[in-house]
């Protein structure tokens, strides 16, 4: 039985409890927050076995063999660092830390301890991964020409969305995953790079943008993302032969191929999940299992390249976060 320890009692750690709580072989072994009441409270929801009042606690602890953070983006860094320096394999939430440099230091401190760190950037690691792949490689979309994508919630009243000392905004936390969605399938050959943003007028943090990567094969990869609205969040891959269309680049719910007549050519069957954040916990039990130190999903490269796209971004918009 592998013990997880979650740091954090938020709404994505309620998530990652619950997928714990359904999955064979796991167990929800401890949960730390900065406040012991809210700690006990959320290990009695979940059946969790401890409850820590800080997160050094949680980490001196053994007993577990994964741990989980749940936290918002700016204290990723330090608690990877902290983890690590527990002999602890660590999953980190998306936006990995806020900076690629700090990317980079954490990800060497990994490999020089031979201990898994790993991205829980969940949608690399879905099943409707392979399918869209599979799609595209199959040729039946022809030259593929461009790609859109979006992905936008009403969240600007969030505290880690508003706040700049959290390392808010929408590109950190909500941008990540059109960045992943062309990633993941059309590489990293990318020649340019092309944005506006829009800053939140009572925040400061980038509120909603538009950014273009133009690959070296000419190809145009176009998102958009915003706190202030709910979007329709597809995305949709563009050949001279047809298109095929993705409903929530988040979670595909449906996946649909056109002909270029704009005809419905077939609709793909998506599998049934327990939760969505089901394979990326497994894929680093097995990791762990196999004394593995990177996901196969999502290998350090690619968490250096995400965050170099968005380091590349906030400096064309000259926007930084108070503790960098």
């Given at each position: 039985m592998n013990n997880i320890g979650i740091l954090g009692c938020g709404n994505i750690a309620t998530k990652m409890a619950k997928t714990v709580n359904l999955?064979?072989?796991?167990?929800?072994?401890?949960v730390a927050s900065r406040s012991l009441e809210k700690a006990e409270e959320f290990a009695k929801t979940y059946k969790s076995n401890k409850a820590f009042g800080s997160y050094d606690e949680l980490l001196s602890d053994d007993k577990i063999d994964l741990v989980y953070i749940a936290v918002p983006h700016s204290h990723h860094y330090q608690l990877i660092k902290d983890a690590l320096n527990h002999n602890k394999n660590v999953l980190c939430e998306k936006?990995?830390?806020?900076?690629?440099?700090?990317?980079?230091?954490?990800?060497?401190?990994?490999?020089?301890?031979?201990?898994?760190?790993?991205?829980?950037?969940y949608t690399r690691y879905l099943p409707t991964r392979k399918i869209i792949s599979n799609i595209i490689t199959s040729g039946v979309l022809g030259n593929i020409a461009s790609v859109d994508s979006n992905l936008g919630y009403n969240i600007h009243d969030v505290e880690r969305i508003r706040e700049k000392s959290l390392a808010g905004g929408a590109l950190l936390d909500l941008g990540v995953y059109p960045i992943n969605f062309t990633?993941?399938?059309?590489?990293?050959?990318?020649?340019?790079?092309?944005?506006?943003?829009?800053?939140?007028?009572?925040?400061?943090?980038?509120?909603?943008?538009?950014?273009?990567?133009?690959?070296?094969?000419?190809?145009?990869?176009?998102?958009?993302?915003?706190?202030?609205?709910?979007?329709?969040?597809?995305?949709v891959i563009n050949g001279d032969r047809g298109h095929l269309e993705i409903t929530n680049i988040n979670n595909p719910e449906a996946i649909k191929l056109y002909d270029e007549n704009y005809t419905l050519i077939k609709e793909y069957e998506i599998p049934v999940q327990l939760t969505g954040f089901k394979y990326e916990v497994q894929e680093c039990l097995d990791c762990i299992a196999k004394g593995v130190i990177e996901a196969p999903s999502m290998p350090h490269s690619e968490i250096i390249r995400v965050m170099d796209i968005c380091d590349n971004l906030r400096d064309s918009w000259n926007y930084h976060f108070p503790f960098e």
């Open positions: 999955m064979d072989g796991i167990n929800l072994y401890g936006a990995f830390t806020a900076n690629s440099t700090m990317a980079r230091e954490v990800l060497k401190m990994a490999k020089d301890k031979n201990l898994l760190l790993a991205e829980a950037i990633l993941m399938f059309f590489g990293t050959k990318i020649k340019t790079i092309e944005s506006s943003v829009i800053f939140d007028k009572a925040s400061g943090v980038d509120g909603q943008e538009n950014v273009s990567l133009i690959y070296e094969n000419g190809m145009l990869a176009t998102f958009r993302t915003t706190i202030y609205t709910n979007l329709n969040r597809r995305g």
